[in-house]
């Protein structure tokens, strides 16, 4: 798993919940007793009964939900002598309806069980697809350190269209993280091609701009084998970057991306990108070119490569989150806590919950020695 944890509640909090749900319907079955027998006699409240085998049927397997049944049964008749109640049809009548509750209870608990071990089978799946498709990033690449936060839109999911990448290549380390248009399956879809396409073209390709090249070229070859492909009509905004072991140096190239954060010390600014290239899979509206920044990256400099998932959340005025402003409050922060950080932040800065993919990785250029 990339680090950064996924959108999701608490497993702990999960469990008391389940807890919670689990003691209701013994909760209804006192209280309903308790109601009947400290009320006139008048005020009937066996009917309630019927409360608890439904409740059941969240929680409790399928045997659970029918013993709580036949415990609300039993209560229910009990209830029923001591009132007074003719066996036929007044206890009979609230039996069989007790019955008839108790019987599409145990119908729905199936049902659920049933869909909780598909769900199961189908995240399982899903988190394979993710070490497949989005791999755990090293910690530690040639003369960098990696720290990562990744975090898809949808509940529950493990991935989404922000994607991201680090190689090992010749004389260097080559870096991509990127984002495609819109969300769902059909970006998953793009990602995982963009993704084989950098895989097989990062230590083949001679420059940035041939990688660039390489990437679209992959995004086009797919959509001429599958035109009706969703993710043929899909743009990406990339930013390559390139550290060589032997210069302090980063090479940048951004296909439509958000320029990255450099920090240097304790000063934060945005890498200048004069000339970006449009996104994968646009560049055939202008003619290509790719033009490459060459920034000072030297032992302890950070580099944060982040999509528009971070900069553009917003706050409750619609104030987008002040990134640069946070980067720089975080300059003595080590570098494995800046993801949990920045997620942290996100979280209570965006007014309805971030709602986009969020991808972010802190390059830092290890100290040398």
Known sequence: ??????????????????????????????LTVLADRLTDEEERYDRLLAAAPALAAVTWSVRGTVVIGVIAMVLGGLLGVHSGDAFFPDIAANELALAAVTAASAWISHARLRYERELREVTAVAEVVQRVVLRPLPPRLGPVDLHLLYVAAAAKARIGGDFYEAVRVPGGVRLMLGDVQGKGLGAVETASV???SFRAAADEAPDLPALADRLEEGLGRYGAWDPDSDAAGRFATVVLVEIPDDEAVARLLSCGH???FL?????????????????????????????????????????????????????RDGTFYPLEERMSRWVDEPGERVPALLHRELDAYADHGVDDDVAAMLVVRRPEG
């Open 263 to 315: 920090q240097h010390g304790t000063r934060v600014r945005p890498v200048p990108f004069a000339d970006p290239s449009l996104p994968v899979n646009l560049s055939g509206l202008l003619a290509a070119h790719h033009h490459v920044e060459v920034v000072p990256f030297v032992p302890g400099d950070r580099l944060l490569l982040y999509t528009d998932g971070v900069s553009e959340t917003r706050d």
């Open 194 to 196: 963009l993704l084989g």
């Open 1 to 30: 798993m990339p680090s950064g944890a996924h959108r999701g509640r608490p497993r702990g909090r999960s469990r008391t919940q389940i807890n919670i749900g689990r003691f209701l319907p013994f909760l209804v079955m006192v």
């Open 258 to 260: 958000p320029a990255p």
